[in-house]
């Protein structure tokens, strides 16, 4: 995830937290308007961006390419596997947060 999808998703969280009256809104700080679908499917490019990458890395070392290192590909192959596993987790987290939902009784 880039520095600015996560200032972007802080400053959602500031205006909700704001609009549920949770905390004061900051006088001078004016968010901009985020799109959720927008910060979701460039959090998922994202992690696409990096798997295909490590993978372009490992077929290049694979194929005996001297400019590619063992420990950057490792690297690479770890920071594909940590974006996968949060973007993995979070999911898990909205479908635990949706089903929590849909069971509340009215």
Do not use: C, W
């Not at 679908?37 to 490590?54: E, G, M």
């Not at 898990?92 to 009215?106: H, L």
């Amino acid at each position: 995830m880039s520095i600015s999808a996560v200032d972007n998703l802080l400053a959602q969280m500031r205006v909700a937290a704001t609009q549920a009256g949770l905390r004061e809104p900051a006088p001078t700080a004016q968010a901009p308007k985020v799109d959720f679908s927008n910060v979701l499917k460039s959090s998922l490019d994202s992690v696409a961006q990096t798997q295909t990458a490590s993978k372009s890395m490992q077929k290049a070392f694979v194929m005996g390419d001297d400019s590619v290192s063992l420990s950057d590909t490792m690297i690479a192959m770890q920071k594909a596997d940590i974006n996968f596993q949060a973007t993995v987790q979070v999911r898990n987290k909205f479908v635990q947060a949706y089903n929590d939902i849909m069971n509340m009784q009215v």
